[in-house]
């Protein structure tokens, strides 16, 4: 089943600036599927949703809208090996989160170097703005724990702290054998990443 557009703020961090002209990605390879689409069991996929009220305010969602639509109705009339259809969880998008960076932040030199193919170019004085890729969908499974992304802390919207709850009420109901741990992974999302990225690597001995 292929997916051919994610998460519009995960671009390829050389595409550019963001849909509405502000805002950046971070450093990232772009169209992670950990982002936007997870299987949690055989018949069972978890898929992003944005809502309509979302698209009012934020021309990146817009666009995450549009591709999330076109990926539900791939994999309604996807089927599984046998001919099944799957069945299609949708759970939220995380509330956007904004990070300016400027020379003193490693970041940014990082993208600074970058080549942009809309043609922008990157001050060594400027501020930027990226967006980070938050993302529920960017969560761990291990045998007896769900390491989930949760985004609400003091200061934010009661919104990030619904989503928090929705999207640990969807897993506890996917994954009742198992303890839902909730974890802040901005950290990583800076990085162009998330729980899930960083823990399909080996070390190197």
């Known amino acids: 089943i292929w997916l051919p557009e994610g998460v519009a703020e995960d671009q390829l961090a050389c595409k550019g600036k ?32 944005v809502t309509k009220r979302e698209t009012i ?16 109705n ?6 599984d090996q046998d001919g099944n259809n799957f069945n299609i969880i949708r759970v939220p998008s995380a509330e956007p989160i904004y990070q300016d960076m400027d020379k003193t932040d490693p970041m940014f030199h990082e993208l600074r170097q970058l080549t942009y193919e809309d ?12 967006m980070l890729p938050a993302s529920y969908l960017n969560f761990v499974i291990t045998n007896g724990v769900v390491l989930i992304p949760a985004y609400w802390k003091e200061g934010r919207e009661e919104t990030v702290r619904q989503k928090d709850e929705e999207f640990k009420e969807i897993m506890e109901g996917v994954y009742p054998d198992r ?19 960083i823990s399909q690597q080996m070390p190197v001995r």
């Open 179 to 197: 303890e839902i741990v909730q974890i802040n992974p901005e950290n990583v999302n800076i990085g162009g990443g998330g729980m899930h990225c």
């Open 18 to 49: 963001l849909p509405g002209g502000e805002l950046f990605s971070t450093w990232t390879t772009g169209g992670h599927i950990d982002e936007y689409a997870r299987f949690v069991k055989e018949d069972t996929i978890l898929l992003l949703r």
């Open 74 to 79: 791939i994999l309604k009339d996807a089927t």
């Open 119 to 130: 043609g922008t170019v990157i001050g060594e004085d400027d501020t930027i703005t990226i």
């Open 57 to 72: 305010r934020d021309p990146v969602a817009r666009v995450t809208y549009r591709n999330m639509r076109r990926n539900h």
